[in-house]
Nanobody, 121 residues
Framework: VSLVESGGGLVQAGGSLRLSCAAP????????AGWFRQGTGRERELVAT??????????NYANSVRGRFTISRDDTGNTLFLQMNSLKPEDTAMYYC?????????????WGQGTQVTVSS
């Protein structure tokens, strides 16, 4: 599955950005999905995930972004979003979206090429 992220850029601290991840078909309604990020010299870390279960979705956030970031998808399941508010310089990183099979680890799925987010102080 080919994933394409967009929406990154340069923003001042306290500002907002909305990242999008486009995919063919309704993959974001079929599999689990999420956003990850990797800053310079740092390991990749989970930002937010949305897991599909029969009774509804389960959404998880990293403690560092909870209350500021919101993960969502459109009704068609073609696009995954990450709304980022109250951005901080420490949010600066390359952001990646991914989709994987339900119940599997994210490392087994498809990943995009990333979109750079830079937050200036």
């Amino acid at each position: 599955v080919s994933l394409v992220e967009s929406g990154g850029g340069l923003v001042q601290a306290g500002g907002s950005l909305r990242l999008s991840c486009a995919a063919p078909g309704s993959v974001f309604r079929i599999g689990d999905a999420g956003w990850f990020r990797q800053g310079t010299g740092r390991e990749r870390e989970l930002v937010a995930t949305i897991e599909v279960i029969d009774s509804g979705d389960t959404i998880n956030y990293a403690n560092s972004v909870r209350g500021r970031f919101t993960i969502s998808r459109d009704d068609t399941g073609n696009t995954l979003f990450l709304q980022m508010n109250s951005l901080k310089p420490e949010d600066t990183a390359m952001y990646y979206c991914a989709v994987w099979g339900r119940g599997y680890d994210s490392s087994t799925g498809s990943w995009g090429q990333g979109t750079q987010v830079t937050v200036s102080s």
